[in-house]
């Protein structure tokens, strides 16, 4: 037989004879078809190259080929890395497996896009980018029965919901940082960070506390600060703490720690001479800084890739992990020394 480039269903009906249905059913391995009809289309399939298209295969197998990749809506007026990382990450991952992604920009607030998405039947699984408290978006995914995973813990409340939940080590890599950061003498601390209503943060604080119970921290020698979204508010947060004798200062997360040093770079402050600072998560925006930022190193690309194999492999029916946990890495850098 002559080899073929570029067949479609059409061709391979129209040249053997009988009908797309026929040609689906025998692709798919579905529905009620003759075994010698089936030997051959798949023989017809071989000889041809055929490969089906997402589309072709989507038809036969009551398939979209498509994930959904929920960002939050301010994604496109933010510079944040690690959205950038993860998106990349699922990205390849799907196309890997043969899937698209369609990117839905949605929050709790704003669910309209990832809802439109879903009644019109255009994806086969949703990936959420951050988990928050009471998310509406995850209880719409629950009502509606949709294979799902997230990028981070969902709350305790919701435990068990997403098809798959991927984190790092959040708790445990806070809390053996949070002991390397305060080894020595008892100075006092602050801890600033901005929206608690993220799981993320708040696992991070829950790592910070567990580090404080294990040292006998004393109480009074600690200081935490959030809701410092922006500059501004970390400047007015800072300049508190010095008053009150803070001398080390610890960030949940880069974009924090950046507003922090720049607060304490104008107080005249001196790093690590005058006080210490240190963040719960590196990324290449600390490397803009004028002196090296100790920080705790999670791998987000890492983190999107496994949370998006994890999905795919539960919709293809094979054995998958529902709670990946990755590890993380400690970053020593002068601003601690």
């Not at 490969?51 to 960002?71: C, F, H, I, Q, W």
């Not at 508010?233 to 040093?261: H, P």
Request: charged share 25%; net charge neutral; aromatic share 8%.
């Amino acid at each position: 037989m002559t080899q073929k480039r570029n067949i479609t269903i059409d061709d391979i009906a129209r040249d053997l004879g009988v009908s797309k249905t026929t040609i689906s059913r025998a692709i798919s391995g579905k529905g009620r078809i003759g075994e010698s009809t089936r030997n051959k289309v798949m023989q017809y399939i071989e000889a041809c190259n055929y490969r089906p298209s997402p589309a072709a295969r989507g038809l036969a197998e009551n398939k979209t080929y498509n994930l959904a990749l929920v960002l939050p809506k301010s994604f496109m007026q933010l510079n944040i890395p690690f959205y950038r990382h993860t998106m990349n990450a699922i990205c390849e991952e799907a196309f890997a497996w043969d899937y698209n992604i369609v990117i839905c920009l949605s929050t709790e607030e704003f669910p309209e896009s990832l809802r439109r998405t879903l009644d019109n039947r255009k994806v086969d699984g949703v990936i959420l980018s951050r988990t928050v408290e009471n998310d509406g978006l995850v209880d719409m995914l629950k009502e509606r029965d949709i294979p799902f995973s997230t990028i981070g813990s969902l709350p305790p409340q919701a435990r068990g919901w997403a098809t798959v939940e991927a984190d790092h080590d959040q708790i445990g890599g806070c809390n053996a940082f949070t002991l390397s950061f305060l080894q020595g003498k008892q100075e006092k601390v602050g801890l600033l960070g901005n929206d608690m209503r993220y799981i993320v943060n708040q696992s991070r604080c829950a790592g910070f506390n567990q580090a404080v119970a294990t040292l006998k921290y004393p109480e009074e020698c600690i200081y935490m600060r959030s809701g410092l979204g922006k500059p501004a508010d970390c400047t007015a947060a800072v300049r508190e703490l010095l008053q009150l004798g803070v001398r080390k200062f610890l960030c949940m997360d880069d974009e924090i720690c950046m507003f922090t040093l720049t607060a304490l770079m104008q107080a005249g402050k001196k790093i690590p001479e005058d006080v210490q600072i240190a963040s719960l998560f590196d990324s290449e925006k600390l490397n803009s800084s004028p002196i090296g930022i100790s920080a705790l190193r999670f791998d987000a690309a890492e983190l999107g890739k496994v949370a998006c194999r994890e999905l795919l492999k539960c919709l293809r029916d094979e054995n998958y992990d529902p709670s990946p946990i990755l590890g993380y890495r400690i970053i020593s850098r002068e601003s601690t020394l």
